[in-house]
């Protein structure tokens, strides 16, 4: 069965501070998706990144990276020199592409930065 | 501009009416999916629909009922069977449904609230 776990579930912290967000998987499937969305106070979910279980390249657009780890099951979520704006609820999704037959979303990390 | 839209932004319902949730998108996509959202938790999908006139349970459509008579429309029907319908519902669609990986885009919500 396909799982998310955040453990993580709420984080605050000062502006300018880097800060890691956890998510760890369960599949058995060979070929998957992973997913990273932001979700402002607003409520609209923001798509951030999508991985393939294929490519464990790290990835940065900005001031955001991913660090994807096959071994460990892990698809993590560092925002560098964090801003206010980045004030919002994180959340770690998992699509398999022969079991399963959509999303799985873990539960959230809400991330609070501080003036 | 294409993307997803859901209306109204925030619902009233007295105990015992059926409510119906407005989402459309025009970004030609295939799928569209609703979930529910409570508050300090994850999302969790209550209907999907890979394909017009089609549309599957997902884990927890007990209380809401669905139609998918244009590509472009996935209106939500909570019924009076819904024991707790007080949530935070997000409509989404990707390209394709059938293999479930694609990227999914979401709409700005609908928060309902039963009187």
């Known amino acids: 069965a396909q799982k998310v776990t955040q453990a993580q579930t709420e984080i605050s912290v000062v502006e300018k501070e880097d800060v890691t967000l956890d998510c760890v998987y369960e599949t058995r499937d060979t070929t998957y998706y992973l997913f990273w969305y932001k979700q402002p106070p607003s409520g609209e979910l923001v798509f951030l990144i999508r991985?393939?279980?294929?490519?464990?390249q790290n990835e940065i657009s900005g001031r955001y990276s991913w660090n994807f780890q096959k071994s460990t099951s892990s698809f993590n979520f560092t925002i560098t020199a964090s801003q206010v704006v980045d004030s919002a609820v994180y959340f770690c999704a998992l699509s398999e592409a022969n079991y399963g037959q959509n999303f799985v979303f873990g539960p959230g990390t809400r991330l609070s930065v501080l003036p | 501009d294409g993307g997803i839209t859901q209306s109204p932004k925030y619902l009233f319902r007295k105990e015992g009416q059926n409510v119906t949730l407005s989402c459309e998108q025009n970004l030609n996509h295939d799928a569209m999916y609703w979930y529910r959202q409570d508050p300090g938790q994850g999302l969790r999908l209550i209907y999907y629909s890979q394909i017009v006139n089609d549309f599957q349970k997902g884990d927890i459509a007990e209380g809401y009922s669905v139609s998918r008579e244009k590509k472009e429309s996935f209106p939500l029907t909570v019924t009076s069977a819904q024991k707790n319908p007080t949530a935070f519902y997000l409509c989404a669609s990707s390209i394709q449904g059938a293999r479930g990986t694609d990227t999914q885009y979401f709409g700005p919500g609908t928060r309902l609230t039963v009187l």
């Open positions: 991985r393939n279980s294929f490519d464990e």
